[in-house]
């Protein structure tokens, strides 16, 4: 029931953000793989995704900083409980969804939707949605374009992989025992309809392609993402 996770951005960049976007606490400690007897409340699901933003934004703030670019962090994070309640560009935000909307800069997600998903798949998933979400901010900085929307979402998966992989090998997140299958659990999940036409619009790859590309990024790190 999470197909429609790994949204697409709304519309296109606009110079001028003008949402406001609430500030993150950051916690001191990243664990993901804690909650996973299906009693993650609201709050323990906000602590782990501001955890995740925050290892995303050390990992992206590392990794421009070696290749001698400057780095803008991703403006925020915007929850929201009912369809339109936050917009993006011109358009309502729809319910039971998380994108990252180019036109503000922000990643919004739908509150109880999200924390129902991750009280389903676990919470070592939500660092892979942050991630993708994420990484679709960090392709739109690097001016990263694709022909077809599925090379951007399957980029971003992969993105995703570096982004856990890398932060796990610098030990700045841990991974306990069951979080790898529940991220391949996870990634199953979001796969599109094997009907689904590759080059559809809103293709973002089926579970086999996406699994491929996320463990790519989370074994070989950046280089097996193109980038
Ligand atoms: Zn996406």
Redesign the pocket.
């Known amino acids: 029931m999470i197909d429609s996770v790994?949204?697409?951005?709304l519309s296109e960049p606009s110079a001028a953000p003008s949402q406001s976007v609430p500030s993150q606490t950051v916690p001191s400690q990243t664990v993901p793989g804690q909650q996973e007897d299906g009693t993650m409340t609201v709050e323990e699901f906000e602590d782990d995704l501001s955890a995740a933003v925050a290892v995303a934004e050390k990992y992206w703030s590392a990794q421009f900083q070696a290749s001698g670019q400057q780095f803008t962090p991703i403006r925020g994070l915007v929850p929201y409980e009912r369809a339109s309640e936050v917009a993006c560009g011109n358009e309502g935000v729809p319910a039971n969804n998380a994108?990252?909307c180019s036109a503000g800069d922000f990643i919004a997600y739908d509150v109880d939707w999200a924390v129902w998903a991750f009280q389903q798949i676990g919470d070592a998933f939500l660092f892979y949605l942050l991630g993708?979400?994420y990484?679709?901010g960090i392709q739109l900085r690097l001016g990263v374009t694709f022909a077809h929307?599925i090379d951007?979402?399957l980029q971003?998966?992969c993105m995703a992989g570096a982004y856990i992989g890398d932060s796990v090998r610098a030990k700045a997140l841990n991974l306990q025992e069951g979080d790898l299958q529940e991220l391949r659990d996870g990634l199953t999940a979001v796969g599109d309809d094997p009907d689904q036409p590759w080059f559809a619009p809103g293709a973002?790859g089926t579970a086999q392609e996406r699994s491929r590309a996320f463990f790519a990024g989370y074994e070989k790190s950046l280089d097996a993402c193109g980038l």
């Open positions: 790994a949204g697409e951005p994108l990252y993708h979400e990484a679709h929307t951007m979402e971003a998966d973002h």
